[in-house]
């Protein structure tokens, strides 16, 4: 069974660039999260989708950062202007049903913004 | 809301030894606490899961065990290998949200 991909690996764009990071969660889980950790700091959630719904998005940090999971499968994550403090790890995690249920991270996405 | 703290931040022990790494939240209201290994420049490979109703889980050399009235959490490695050295994370998923917070970690590493 594939795990949870994310594509890029890594992105460098300048200040004021857009970029849009994708995420596959495993097949069959309903919950995806994006988390992502900036320098020097713990990871941090981002949000959380099931199916379609976004049902937590209270660690966006504001209105530049747009999440979508249309259809329920993969998800973007797109940031737009990009800024120099949206450096980070970007992380993505999908989980089974219920609240108890483990979560799969995928590799994350490595973004500099310079 | 929910505060996760990883002690000690860096460990280095020789080849062979026991070790214990600990995980302290605030909040015992908690699903569950996942411990996480993470090496240089990859993801987060889940080691352990603990639903609060558990006291420990152990999976091969790994031991984790969990105090929620106490919120706190510890992570044993039995005779440590070089291949053990890592980042080791604590995450809890707890109250009405289904997000795990996370610990800064624990640098782990193994001398040869």
């Known amino acids: 069974e594939a795990g949870v991909t994310q594509f890029p690996s890594h992105s460098v764009i300048e200040k004021g660039q857009t970029v849009t990071l994708r995420c596959d969660p495993i097949s069959g889980h309903d919950n995806l999260y994006w988390y992502r950790r900036v320098m020097g700091k713990e990871i941090k959630f981002l949000l959380h989708?099931?199916?379609?719904?976004?049902?937590?998005e209270s660690g966006m940090p504001n209105n530049r950062f747009l999440a979508e999971r249309t259809g329920g499968t993969y998800s973007t994550l797109k940031v737009q202007p990009a800024e120099l403090e949206d450096s980070g790890v970007y992380f993505c995690?999908?989980?089974?049903?219920?609240?108890?249920?483990?979560?799969?991270f995928g590799p994350g996405t490595r973004l500099t913004v310079l | 809301k929910q505060e996760v703290t990883q002690i000690p931040a860096a460990l280095s022990v020789p080849e062979g030894e026991n070790l214990v790494l600990n995980c302290s939240f605030t909040d015992s209201a908690i699903y569950n606490l996942q411990w996480f290994r993470q090496d240089p420049g990859k993801g987060l490979t889940s080691l352990l899961l603990?639903?609060?109703?558990?006291r420990e889980q152990t999976s091969g050399r790994l031991n984790a065990s969990l105090d929620k009235s106490s919120g706190r959490s510890t992570l044993y490695i039995a005779a440590s290998q070089p291949g053990d050295s890592a980042t080791y994370l604590c995450?809890?998923?707890?109250?009405?949200?289904?997000?795990?917070?996370f610990g800064s970690g624990t640098q782990l590493t193994v001398l040869p």
């Open positions: 995450a809890v998923k707890g109250g009405s949200a289904r997000q795990l917070t």
């Open positions: 989708f099931v199916k379609e719904s976004k049902q937590d």
């Open positions: 603990i639903q609060s109703s558990q």
């Open positions: 995690a999908s989980s089974q049903g219920l609240a108890y249920n483990e979560q799969f």
